[in-house]
């Protein structure tokens, strides 16, 4: 039975084609299916039974295929209508939708001019900027006064294919601008070259390679691109096909590219880069330096599902500061991440620095400045300022300023450190407690507002309680205790607590966990102190680490927490996920 190659199967664009081609088994969509095959050629019948055609289809790319083909003839044999191919039969190029991206040849930052048929665009210069993914590039066309044709634009280009056919190497790209709408814009061609090649004719590949190439016959997309630095020549086709591209000189866009400048780096300081990877309190960002500690990657943690906010009610996407700070779109780094290149040190010693970063974010990219704080060995802080074209205005008044918000950032086991206080405390006016995904319903009507201690045996045989089942009991007072077990514990309490008991809090007829947390790093800034901690219960759902911020006056702690950052526009003792005034009634005596 005649099939087509599997690798081949899916949906593929033509040019002059309005639906999708498919390849699946014996079958060619548009043309038929196959009678017989021998290496790249094809006898193909339609399905009406009476057009048969002799199909010779070259693998360029795993995304890319090229075909010539006879007309309509009656039935014949593979050979007899192979034969009646000649060598100026048109050339049909199809390229794979959905295709996986494959790396650019050329490596950003790059400056390039260019021509479109009424002279050469070469000042001011165009540019060609990196993205995240190395398969696609941000061109940058400039307008000169002088030559027409020109004008300022910004294209996005993904790489889909590359291959070497003889002297000549090709990419298959989908450009991306505001005016695209169809695959016949989107898909474009380019053959280019080494503007400055290496000498006594070498091509910068090795002897294997061009063998390879030359046994294939003339066509290699495995040859690794091995020369970054170089100065290309590119011609592009004016259509989705690779029709009349034979040299860079020729095209309907020609274009000169040369390495430009790679921007100033420089090293992050050894107290922010001591821990490599950092997360936010509620670990849905990781910051992870690269690089020599040169560069700082900003991912999402899509496995984190955190459904509160700072007042407790929100369960949607949370704002993503950095980002927004920035200027930029939210959506941009959803799915993927935010690069940041230290570009210059403004100032630093040893508990804070300055720095203005080079960013990327998608196929946006530009400068931006940033403060470092170290807060403890543990956690830091960092402000970030809005985006810069010009490094020299990204920490300009009008980029930043220090009231923007403070991003917490903790390690992934930090140290216990000693709680402050010590001893017991009255708690009262606990509010606005963390809403919980699995809170434990009750039916019976209560005060709105209660501590109850529930035995954690019955909580793992029976979700919905019973107030005649299982161990709990309720106060209108809680109690913290500092300090009880270990110095660097702090838990809350009722009469009836013990070992085995678990703290809830009652919200309506909704119970939600209050467990006991363990101190980390802690600070204090204009009479307001910051403690960093982690939730102990098993049974605590939501975030992994919470920020405490407290003020003492007059005699009692006002306390508020937040499971995203140390915020400090906040009412402590009114508002957070969780709020409370605590007094200090004496010790704690350990129970007999």
Not at 259 to 287: E, I, M
Not at 336 to 342: M, Q, T, V
Request: hydrophobic share 30%.
């Amino acid at each position: 039975m005649c099939r087509f190659p599997s690798k081949w199967e899916g949906t593929w664009f033509q040019s002059g084609v309005r639906t999708p081609i498919t390849i699946e088994l014996n079958r060619l969509s548009n043309k038929g299916r196959c009678l017989a095959s021998e290496g790249d050629k094809f006898l193909v019948v339609g399905d009406s039974g009476v057009c048969y055609k002799c199909i010779v289809i070259h693998e360029k790319h795993i995304n890319v295929l090229q075909y010539k083909e006879t007309f309509c003839h009656g039935r014949s044999t593979l050979f007899n209508l192979c034969s009646l191919i000649t060598g100026d039969a048109l050339l049909y190029s199809m390229f794979r939708l959905n295709a996986q991206p494959v790396h650019c040849p050329f490596k950003p930052p790059m400056t390039f001019t260019y021509n479109r048929g009424h002279g050469e665009c070469r000042s001011p210069v165009s540019s060609i900027d990196s993205c995240i993914e190395e398969s696609r590039l941000v061109l940058r066309y400039q307008a000169c006064p002088d030559v027409s044709g020109t004008e300022s634009a910004v294209e996005e280009l993904e790489c889909v294919a590359v291959w070497k056919e003889g002297s000549s190497r090709y990419l298959v790209g989908k450009v991306s601008h505001g005016h695209i709408t169809s695959n016949e814009d989107r898909f474009r061609c380019f053959v280019y070259e080494k503007a400055n090649p290496l000498q006594n004719g070498e091509t910068g590949f090795s002897r294997n390679e061009e063998f390879s190439t030359f046994l294939t016959g003339g066509s290699s997309y495995g040859a690794k691109q091995k020369l970054d630095n170089a100065d290309y020549r590119l011609a592009q086709s004016g259509d989705a096909t690779c029709n009349g591209l034979f040299s860079p000189m020729e095209g309907s866009r020609t274009m000169s590219l040369k390495k430009a400048p790679v921007p100033n780096k420089c090293k992050f300081p050894g107290w922010l880069t001591y821990f490599q990877h950092w997360h936010t309190l509620d670990y849905r960002k990781s910051y992870t330096f690269h690089h020599r500690n040169t560069t700082l990657k900003i991912t999402n943690n899509s496995a984190v599902d955190v459904s509160h906010s700072s007042d407790g009610s929100l369960h949607g996407e949370i704002p993503d500061v950095i980002v927004t700070s920035m200027g930029l779109k939210s959506s941009l780094s959803e799915n993927g991440e935010i690069r940041l290149i230290c570009s210059e040190i403004k100032s630093m010693n040893q508990t804070q620095v300055n720095i203005i970063a080079h960013f990327t974010v998608g196929c946006q990219s530009g400068y931006v400045c940033l403060w470092f704080y170290k807060r403890d060995v543990h956690v830091i802080e960092v402000q970030s300022g809005s985006t810069a074209r010009r490094s020299e205005d990204a920490c300009h008044s009008s980029h930043f300023n220090f009231q923007l918000p403070f991003i917490t950032l903790v390690t992934t086991n930090p140290e216990p450190r000693e709680c402050p206080y010590s001893g017991k405390f009255s708690v009262a006016g606990i509010s606005k407690m963390e809403r919980q995904k699995r809170s434990i319903a009750i039916n019976d009507e209560k005060p709105e507002k209660a501590i109850i201690s529930v035995n954690r045996d019955h909580i793992r045989s029976k979700r919905n309680l019973d107030s005649r089942e299982g161990q709990q009991c309720e106060e209108e007072m809680s109690t913290l205790i500092v300090g009880c077990e270990t110095s660097d514990t702090l838990e809350f309490r009722s009469q009836c607590s013990s070992s085995d008991m678990v703290q809830f809090v009652r919200m309506g007829n909704a119970l939600y966990s209050l467990p006991a947390y363990s101190c980390h790093g802690r600070w204090t800034e204009n009479d307001t102190n910051f403690l960093i901690t982690t939730p102990q219960s098993r049974t605590s759902i939501g975030a992994k680490r919470y920020c405490f911020i407290y003020r003492e006056v007059g005699g009692v702690i006002h306390f508020s927490s937040s499971s995203q950052s140390c915020v400090r526009n906040i009412t402590t003792g009114v508002e957070g996920v969780l709020a409370f005034n605590a007094t200090n009634i004496g010790k704690y005596e350990r129970e007999t």
